[in-house]
């Protein structure tokens, strides 16, 4: 059963235009949703999060969108910069399983020049 | 502050042996979080420590298995290893509350013979 489901594996742009990453969930309990970045060899590290009170969190050129009744949520990048080219995780959690997250199965990230 | 450090790197076992893994937290951190990372599986959650007890637990057979000392620290143990455990195992320390960020280590890479 998977709870979140990042459905393209890959997603290939040019420098300077926008990411669009995308990310759909199942579990209505969840109320915040985090964003991780890994590069190989290295752990995740935290990008972006929001709570389920809001439907827009901005952070630089970082966006996170929520759609709560369309269990929905992307990433926005802008402008895309080659050192951005990683695996992007969504990551949902919920007060009642304290700190547990749930990722999902990532998306790669290709910033071409 | 120091990051999440986790030894050893890189360990390579036979099938049916045991591993020992450990996770030091950042300080003031009291949860420790344990993830297994595969190709297919994306990240996988395994357990949660807080204040030595095991808080939550994923859907791994009772091979794995994890304390978590007064000072935080956490280990984790695999027994009668299969080749399917090789994966990438990264523990994540944080405060221990709901929406709060998670910091992850570089990981373990595991390779079972």
């Known amino acids: 059963d998977q709870q979140v489901k990042q459905n393209s594996p890959s997603l290939s742009v040019q420098e300077g235009r926008i990411s669009i990453l995308n990310c759909d969930y199942t579990n209505s309990m969840f109320d915040y949703f985090l964003w991780y970045k890994k590069y190989p060899a290295e752990g995740p590290t935290f990008l972006i999060s929001?709570?389920?009170?809001?439907d827009k969190n901005e952070d630089g050129r970082f966006t996170v969108f929520l759609n709560k009744s369309a269990k929905h949520l992307s990433l926005h990048i802008v402008p895309s910069q080659p050192g951005d080219s990683a695996v992007y995780f969504c990551?949902?959690?919920?007060?009642?399983?304290?700190?547990?997250?749930?990722f999902g199965k990532g998306i790669t990230l290709s910033v071409r020049p | 502050k120091a990051g999440v450090t986790q030894t050893p790197r890189y360990l390579i076992k036979t099938r049916g042996q045991q591993v020992t893994l450990s996770c030091s937290p950042i300080?003031?951190?009291?949860?420790v979080s344990w993830y297994q990372q595969t190709p297919g599986q994306g990240l996988q959650f395994l357990f949660e420590?807080?204040?030595?007890?095991?808080?939550n637990k994923g859907n791994f057979p009772g091979r794995f298995s994890g304390r978590q000392f007064s000072n935080s620290r956490s280990e984790m143990n695999v027994s009668t290893l299969e080749l399917g455990d090789s994966a990438l195992y990264l523990c994540a320390s944080s405060h221990g509350t709901s929406g709060g960020e998670q910091f992850f280590g570089p990981g373990t890479r595991l390779t079972v013979l």
């Open positions: 300080s003031g951190h009291r949860s």
């Open positions: 929001i709570s389920s009170i809001k």
């Open positions: 420590y807080f204040s030595e007890t095991q808080r």
């Open positions: 990551a949902p959690g919920h007060t009642g399983a304290n700190s547990k997250l749930t």
